[in-house]
């Protein structure tokens, strides 16, 4: 069986890399991306481990990082697989390649924004709640112009959580761009999984 | 046997799982993931998530449907 980790550019492959249970990985040719894989005897079911290692794997290639558990049961299979992939991955690499994925998550204030006239209900409450951490998400995006690539946002728990895409040298400087606000947690880099 | 390379690498299961199991390119249908009930994200345990196939002669395979995570 193989399993495969992540789309890469041909001829990228680093320095030997051993991936899920310590097996060997190699770049397979899928014509216009390579595929980084690694032999297997049987299915390899997500353990905490095996997450790790898939994680520490896709960030040492920077490619386009697959979902854990994609496996083919040999190349020929994996090729049939790929063959209506390849130039959708090959668009893809161009965009992620090299790049890492920060989770800026901007938690709702202690008070809602006060607005003139009654105390709003609970609907609209939440609402200017809601405005408020999307305003907040916009100077995020305006405090790291030039360094994000692209975004994505979602509301979640009553926080929002920006996905931001950036090389991967620019991490340093996205940080310092956001230091010393409170409000905001920056979660540490991750393979680009929100822009597949 | 613990990945040396692991060791000290302080990620948290959610934090995993969401970017890791729940994100990135598949190539072949859709994740099923049988769990035999156990709340996995808030008991925080160093669980085994075991595959649909594996589980299929003790258990019917069934989707963890849940408020911040679906497998698709």
């Not at chain 1, 896709?58 to 790929?82: C, Q, S, W, Y």
Request: aromatic share 6%; net charge negative; glycine share 8%.
């Amino acid at each position: 069986m193989l399993y495969v980790y992540a789309a890469v550019s041909l001829g990228a492959m680093p320095a030997p890399l051993r991936g899920v249970d310590g097996e060997t990985i190699w770049l397979l040719d899928s014509g216009q991306v390579g595929l980084a894989v690694s032999a297997h005897d049987a299915e390899v079911a997500p353990t905490r481990e095996r997450l790790l290692q898939h994680y520490r794997v896709n960030m040492a290639l920077l490619g386009v990082p697959f979902r854990f558990g994609n496996a083919a049961a040999d190349e020929t299979e994996l090729r049939r697989l790929m063959a209506a992939r390849t130039e959708d991955l090959a668009r893809q690499l161009d965009k992620l390649a090299g790049c890492v994925e920060l989770t800026v998550t901007v938690r709702a204030p202690a008070a809602c924004p006060s607005t003139p006239g009654p105390e709003p209900g609970p609907g609209r409450a939440y609402l200017l709640a809601k405005g408020a951490l999307y305003r907040r998400g916009a100077d995020v995006r305006a405090k790291s112009e030039g360094i994000l690539r692209d975004y994505r946002e979602e509301l979640r728990d009553g926080s929002l959580r920006l996905a931001c895409l950036m090389e991967a040298d620019r991490v340093g400087a996205f940080r310092e761009r956001l230091q010393g606000d409170g409000q905001l947690e920056v979660s540490r880099p991750w393979p680009p999984s929100s822009f597949v | 046997m613990i990945d040396p390379e692991l060791e000290g690498l302080d990620l948290s299961l959610v934090e995993l799982v969401d970017h890791v199991l729940n994100k990135g390119v598949v190539l072949v249908g859709e994740a099923t993931i049988a769990i035999a009930d156990i709340d996995l994200i808030y008991l925080g345990l160093n669980l085994v998530l075991a595959s649909a196939e594996s589980v299929r002669g003790k258990h019917p395979p069934r989707v963890l449907e849940w408020p911040d995570w679906s497998p698709r």
